[in-house]
């Protein structure tokens, strides 16, 4: 071990005690696999069709079949491979990627993006009947998981479910979602870090009437901006976690930063109205959105789709997994004008054991460096993107005043609206960031994560320590639920996190529906949910990547 990191674990001798100290070196040790869903006998309800690995799993002749009943609108092949793409000059990076094509339906199911490792955009639409075959053609186990659709347990991309390479996994289900932007990438359990950030990440487009009647920016003003950090090595290639695994316990940053998977993103606009649809493809880092101009951005969507009306922010504050909508007129700027999108900074923890918030925090980039070498530390600014008004346009659209319907859904008839269901966010000493001091487990539920079929609960995500001690071992956790889409009821913060608090909390866009919400330390979040239409085991998470491979995740199940 270098001197640097006998350094830092003296170092946390000295700041955390054994404790904490024990679940840093409990996390050092490598990525274990955890018990596998056993493929020969599939959970029951699954609709599983493997084949031999052989090279003729590519061809896009179905030989499968799937559930007899289930008639598809639209049919997709999807493969996860792996490949190259080039993303600083003259270099070529090796990256895993999604590819897909359409095997029967509307052609335009799939856009692929030019250029990029990132997998094609997925175009669906609310009530399309949609089978998906998945087929795995990289040298690990991995499964896809639609992140914010409402699909049975089966379907979800559950890690139970994950397929060896050559295998197919065949996905059936209908879309129910409202049209907004979701997205897909891999969920394995304890490699979902390590595949999302060698390239395996798409965007899914839902559409439906309601969005359609709007009028809203199409085609090419219709943006897709998927937000991510990496470090190269010398080589040019991806380098993941390369401080190992102290850095797991904050989670991986990188010190560049790519747009649709390039560094320096440069946009060229028209003179006109845009919708561009943000998501935060990150493995941890924390963007805090604004124009260079001090424009407010005007905030037409989140996770879960459009909101009733429009929304001005001085900021948006997007937490890894989350996406925002904007509408963003350049109608008013003169050709010529660059703009740049830029993360600006906030307060944040330098880490699980710096300690850096007590006493109000430090600003980010302060970093006090005895426990990590990222050189863009959580809560550092950057540039984003540049925007470069190149065109004229006479192109009118107006934002409209009304977007959609967000019936809130009853409080009244929360099941537990006075007790609710708390899950605190916890580091486990030999263990690492815990739910309620609980580690993954592939199929095991607790007795307080059963969810009964049809009822409508609410959720109390508490960063407030875990039992460490004030201050001690806390980071933001962006939260994640699968399945139908929250709504988010309150926040409270300790006043001790004030400062950290005050430096996001304009950010925060609390309307509408979500599937992630940012839960920063010190701060409580509760969220109201249905738990309608699918029974069966689904998943709860960080969505720090590193923490939920590192075990912040459980099973709740939903219960007839
Ligand atoms: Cu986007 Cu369970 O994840
Ligand atoms: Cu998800
Ligand atoms: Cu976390």
Known sequence: MSKAKRMDRREFLRVMGLGLTAAVAAACQPTTQMM????????????VVTRPPTRAAVSPTPVMTGTPTFVPDVEIALRAVEGEASILPDTVTRVWRFEAEVLSGPQDAVQPLPDTYLGPILHLRRG??????????????????????????AMDGHPRYVIRRGETYLYEFEVRNRAGTYWYHPHPHGRTGPQVYMGLAGLLFVTDDEEEALNLPEGEFDIPLVLQDRTFDSRGQFLYLPNGPMDRMMGFLGDTILVNGKPDYTLNVATRPYRFRILNGSNSRIYKLAWSDNT???????????LETPLQKPYVVLGPGERVDLWVDFSRYTVGTRL????????????????????GGMMGGGMRGNTSSVSLPQGAPFPVLTVHVTQESRDTLSLPERLATVEPLPFGEAVNASTPRRIALTMTPMVGWTLNNRTFEMTAVAED?????????????????????????????????????????????DPAFRAMWESVKDGYIDVGWKDTVVVMPGERVQILRRFADYTGLF???????EHEDMGMMRNYEIRL
């Open 36 to 47: 596998r869903g056993n493929r020969s006998t599939p959970v029951q309800g699954t609709r």
């Open 128 to 153: 399309q009947r949609v089978r998906i075959r998945f087929t795995n053609d990289i040298p690990e186990e991995t499964i896809v998981h639609w992140h914010g659709l409402h699909v049975p347990a």
């Open 539 to 545: 998943l709860y998470h960080c969505h720090n990547l």
């Open 449 to 493: 994560e059963v969810v009964r079929l049809n009822t409508i609960e609410v959720w109390e995500f508490s960063n407030v320590g875990g039992g460490m001690g004030m201050g001690m071992g806390m980071l933001p956790h962006p939260m994640h639920v699968h399945g139908e889409p929250f709504q988010v009821l309150r926040r409270e913060v």
């Open 340 to 359: 740049t999108l830029q993360s600006l900074p906030f307060v944040a923890p330098s880490g699980p054991m710096g300690g850096g918030m007590m006493g």
């Open 296 to 306: 407010p951005l005007t905030v037409i969507g989140v996770d879960g789709g459009l």
